[in-house]
């Protein structure tokens, strides 16, 4: 993803959650099956989607600043949220669509990456990319073809 930015984080004993926000991506979206397209009208949607992940890396868009990237081992991406913005000095001129997503990470540094690319970028947007498993969609179960007939 490009034109992510590191929103918030917390850490627990095993690990964290960061919040990250991005323009909206269609690779995201090809990813976990959503419609090419969100309504106009929609101010805002929860999305459905569950990446099991292993890692992601997270590097600052500025050129001066690419050396401050970040690798952090993880296990999902969740929570997505698509919201729908004005855009900045364009009032009632037109709109972008933001994708709102959490990231759980299980590296044991993974607060302090964090906490020292906050300190470093700021609120500056960066390259995110996760590595994941693609889940193969499961097929539906058909009803079992030797079921007794009613009477």
């Known amino acids: 993803m490009t034109s992510a930015r590191l929103e918030s984080f917390k850490r627990g004993h095993d690990g964290g959650v960061a919040q990250f926000a991005s323009s909206w991506n269609q690779k995201v979206a090809d990813a976990l099956d959503w419609p090419d397209d969100i309504p106009q009208a929609l101010t805002g949607a929860n999305l459905e989607g ?61 607060a302090r990456k964090l906490e020292q690319y906050l300190l470093t970028i700021g609120e500056g947007k960066g390259s995110l990319t996760v590595s994941y498993t693609r889940q193969e969609a499961l097929p539906l179960e058909q009803e079992q073809a030797t079921a007794p007939e009613a009477d």
């Open 50 to 110: 569950d990446l099991h992940a292993t890692s992601c890396e997270l590097i600052p868009s500025e050129g001066a600043l690419k050396k401050h990237g970040i690798d952090l081992e993880i296990n999902r991406v969740t929570k997505f949220e698509a919201v729908r913005l004005e855009l900045e000095g364009k009032k009632g001129k037109g709109y972008r669509t933001e994708l709102r997503f959490k990231v759980h990470f299980t590296d044991k540094a993974g």
